[in-house]
């Protein structure tokens, strides 16, 4: 039941460590209860003693420790560990940050809420998402109110970041929040919102999706096209329809998007359009030509 000498440990041995301290654990359930009782007191003071030391490595001056203590930290799953990791989430270094953020959700402790959601604003992107896909394990009930909070922050990254972690949840309480922040000033959370309202599928959302067909941003206009066709709201062929003869950019998601609606009849009738849309256009600018040579040859007479 030794582990090793806590004294002469490195951080190059952590994993060892971790993956030590859970065998035994795990082997010590395989036990008689009398064999347990006896040897159970030794293994909790393993666990003890490597937690100990975990906590004095993150204190470390080198990056490499610190994050190697996060690491081992987060293997533990282990309650206690909670306020270290906290810490750990203010750490300069973003290695320790991301496993302070894995810790935190492997504890599952209500603690690690608040945390996670201010891991949520982290600069950095590896911090962010680690946070957003920990705090979609937890209960939708308890998150509910802070994300509501952060979905009118300041700063748009995190307005951005609330309103992906909303539409992951599937969490249709945000509806109303999630059609004003269609109209946001910042692009990126625009985007996120059209995004938010196609995985939550409201109909309710439908003027929303529409009029999103006309944003400023080709990546708004393409994720509204994608979320009236997952939709499929028979309200929805007009404006794509509208979009298949007039903007030739959009014209083929746009065209997936009406067959998802109207089928490929409904696709047959646009190209049909399409190709006396392009009659009339050379036809008039034919008659056009003629005006243009008309005038040329009265000038030159």
Known sequence: MHLLSIALIDCERIETLVGQLITLERDLRSLSLDRRQEVAGQVDSIRTRLLSLLADLLSAEDDETRRAAAYGLSKLEDPKCVPLLVDALSDPDEGVRVWAVEGLSSCE???????????????????????????????????????????????????????????????????????ALARDLDRGVRYEAVEALSKIGDPLAFDTLAASLEDDSRDVRIAAIQALRLMGDARAVEPIVAICIENEDLRIPALQALREIAGD???????????KTHEIAKTTADQVMGIIGKSHTEVVS
Do not use: F, H, Q
């Open 109 to 179: 402790s209500p603690a690690a809420l608040l945390p996670l959601m201010r891991a949520l604003c982290d600069e950095s992107a590896y911090v962010y998402y680690s946070a957003c896909n920990a705090l979609k394990a937890m209960g939708r009930d308890e998150l509910w109110p802070l994300i509501e909070d952060k979905l009118s922050a300041t700063d748009a990254i995190v307005r951005r970041r609330a309103v992906k972690l909303v539409g992951d949840m599937g969490e249709d309480r945000a509806l109303p929040e999630l059609i």
């Open 265 to 275: 009849e409904g696709v047959a009738l646009v190209v049909r359009a399409l190709g």
